[in-house]
């Protein structure tokens, strides 16, 4: 009896699958260009973060070393700073802007490409695919002369907005487009059964299931305006200047103030990276939803 009991734990081991780490050669290929993608990644940002708490003199002796001690100067000094807040206030305010204008309009525009059935359908989706081949650089010059000269919304909030929601809107589309496509038929015919109309599908039923699409959108397009540097620099005055065009001029100003160009910039870039790093998993559920449509 104890033999039988013995040999058939052994079967079971035997069939339970091996936990031992697979190291083949392959293997540790891929693991190695990871470990060397994620070193070039974070290795600037981590020495910018880490510079910050330095002085120059540190700095100037041993440029790669450590903190030692961990100073708080330079960082509290950017935080006592106004023109800080100030850029910081305007590049929240132009990418909440530019965010809502996206998630609405995008959706907007995904919902009939995705729900409708009209001719030329596919042909007006290729409008927005082919938008994805145009960086807003390309017609950076047409935008200057369109928002200052045409709609006199130069040095102005909405006037930055407005044109990176509209590069914006493709991207926002494509990913849109096949989530929408994958909530299931049922739902609208039963919705109309129901006498609702595909306006009221849309704000009632389509619109709370297609959240986790929505934030996805929203998320990259709060993180892209945030992170635009071209057309606030060519549109924005000063007093409106973001925290790219900031860092920008705080770098000119205090060139020899290393470790406060560092803690300037690792102030600047945490909001995005932190919202990003917050919404990481309802970005991924968005994405997962697009490619299964």
Do not use: C
Request: cysteine-free; overall charge neutral; charged content about 10%.
């Amino acid at each position: 009896m104890a033999t039988q009991t013995l040999s058939g734990h052994r079967v079971e081991q035997s069939l339970r699958p091996s936990r031992r780490f697979d190291l083949r050669p392959s293997t540790a290929i891929v693991y190695f260009v990871a470990l060397v993608v994620v070193a070039l990644t974070l290795g600037p940002v981590l020495y910018g973060v880490l510079g910050g708490f330095r002085t120059n003199a540190a700095i100037a002796e041993s440029p790669a070393g450590m903190p030692d001690p961990f100073v708080l100067d330079n960082y509290l000094g950017v935080l006592q700073n106004p023109d800080f807040w100030r850029y910081a206030l305007n590049s929240s305010g132009i990418a909440l802007i530019t965010t809502a204008l996206v998630v609405v309009f995008g959706v907007m525009a995904a919902y009939p490409l995705a729900r409708y059935e009209f001719k030329g359908r596919e042909g007006l989706f290729m409008v927005f695919v082919v938008g994805l081949l145009f960086p807003a650089a390309v017609a950076i010059i047409p935008l200057f002369i369109l928002i200052t000269q045409n709609f006199h919304l130069g040095n102005t909030w909405i006037g930055i907005a407005l044109p990176q929601a509209a590069f914006a809107l493709p991207t926002t589309v494509v990913i849109l487009r096949p989530f929408l496509m994958s909530l299931p038929k049922e739902l609208e015919e039963a919705s109309q059964l129901d006498g609702t109309s595909r306006i009221g599908f849309f704000w009632r039923i389509l619109l709370p299931l297609s959240g986790p699409g929505m934030v996805t959108v929203g998320v990259l397009a709060f993180v892209g305006s945030w992170n635009a540097y071209l057309l606030p620099l060519l549109l924005l005055g000063p007093e409106n200047k973001t925290l790219p065009l900031g860092v920008a001029d705080f770098s000119s100003e205090h060139s020899a103030d290393t470790a406060g160009v560092f803690a300037f910039t690792s102030l600047a870039m945490i909001p995005a990276l932190v919202f990003f790093l917050a919404m990481q998993k309802r970005i991924v559920n968005g994405l997962q939803g697009a490619v299964k449509g």
